[in-house]
């Protein structure tokens, strides 16, 4: 089981959900974020306001998914978040010790589903 981290450009929250639900992937968290990688000191200009590029807005998703769903997650974040321009975003794949499903009590495996 990994726990998969994506942080994207918060207008491609649409089309990584949309590439997500094209692979069966469909149980995750979103999370308005902020924050900065290479861009840091860019300018950017969102209507017609002017920021500096310390931390700008980002979408976080974590999806919990069993090891035989990592791939097509992982090319689904890609195709749905790539732009080719600096600021696509990062993946990050974390081990996951367990799962539990509140409800039912069910562990590992089951509880991803």
């Known amino acids: 089981m990994k726990l998969v981290i994506a942080i994207v450009q918060s207008d491609k929250?649409?089309?990584?959900?949309?590439?997500?639900?094209?692979?069966?992937v469909g149980k995750i968290t979103v999370?308005?974020?902020i924050g900065c990688g290479a861009q840091v000191g860019k300018t950017d200009t969102r209507d017609g306001i002017v920021t500096d590029g310390n931390l700008l807005d980002r979408v976080r998703f974590e999806i919990a998914v069993n090891d035989d769903y990592v791939k097509p997650t992982l090319e689904a974040i890609i195709k749905g978040a790539r732009t080719g321009e600096?600021?696509?975003?990062?993946?990050?794949?974390?081990?996951?010790?367990?799962c539990i499903r509140?409800?039912?009590?069910?562990?590992?495996?089951l509880a991803i589903g």
């Not at 929250?13 to 069966?24: H, I, S």
């Not at 509140?102 to 495996?109: A, P, S, V, W």
């Open 13 to 24: 929250q649409k089309e990584v959900k949309q590439a997500l639900r094209n692979v069966n």
């Open 31 to 33: 999370s308005n974020v």
């Open 86 to 98: 600096i600021g696509d975003g990062k993946i990050f794949i974390v081990p996951l010790e367990e």
């Open 102 to 109: 509140i409800r039912t009590g069910e562990t590992g495996r």
